[in-house]
């Protein structure tokens, strides 16, 4: 029996994995109340979520707490809580439609292949998909931001366009790491 099974399933990594899930329609549900713009409790809970991405991962390695469960969790959980904002801050026409659109095809086209590809060779994340998370994280919790509540009209737009430049960094690097994981599929499959 490996180590990996004998690591229980409620460990601190995964509590926080759950936790995570849980924050999502809360996020969802603070967003969408009336007066949300001029809130900052949507992109608390936002960033409490995207804490707990990076504290969940750190402690699992740390203390040997990886399990199965938590591998596929922490990947549902992290697509849900990034997805969740893309579709509020479109609906709400913050973001263009179009910008998620490609965002959430390229999120579910790449882990459907990555899932099918895993049976052949895990194919791990590249540095480009690091890029595009972590630019896109910063992006949207930027955009969640109620800038004009605390600053000057122009030092509020001006933030805005920076937090729209960390999307279009993000877009940027989600279509170029997209070729490279469809490359590095025909590679694997063409080695077999």
Same mark, same amino acid.
């Not at 608390?44 to 991405?53: E, G, H, L, R, Y």
């Given at each position: ?36 713009? !001029? #809130?900052? /409790?949507?992109? &608390?809970?936002?960033?409490? +979520? ?5 504290? %969940? *991962?750190? =402690? ?13 969790? !922490? #990947?549902? /959980?992290?697509? &849900?809580?990034?997805?969740? +904002? ?5 609906? %709400? *026409?913050? =973001? ?32 480009? *998909? ?63």
């Amino acid at each position: 029996m490996s180590a990996q099974n004998q690591v229980s399933v409620f460990n601190i990594a995964n509590v926080l994995t759950i936790v995570r899930l849980i924050l999502i329609p809360i996020f969802i549900w603070l967003y969408l109340q009336p007066g949300s713009d !001029d #809130s900052w /409790a949507p992109w &608390a809970v936002f960033a409490i +979520a995207a804490i707990t991405d990076q504290l %969940d *991962g750190h =402690l699992a390695r740390k203390h040997n707490l990886i399990t199965d469960f938590g591998k596929l969790a !922490d #990947s549902i /959980a992290d697509k &849900a809580l990034i997805i969740s +904002a893309l579709l509020v801050l479109s609906w %709400d *026409g913050t =973001l263009w439609w179009w910008v998620t659109i490609v965002f959430i095809v390229r999120e579910l086209g790449i882990t459907l292949m990555r899932m099918f590809m895993v049976k052949k060779k895990v194919m791990a994340a590249g540095m480009g *998909g690091k890029i595009k998370m972590v630019a896109q994280s910063f992006g949207i919790a930027g955009l969640l931001i109620p800038w004009h509540t605390f600053l000057p009209s122009m030092v509020a737009t001006g933030f805005l366009w920076a937090c729209y430049a960390l999307i279009a960094i993000a877009l940027f690097f989600a279509i170029t790491s997209a070729v490279e994981y469809i490359r590095e599929a025909i590679r694997i499959s063409r080695d077999d």
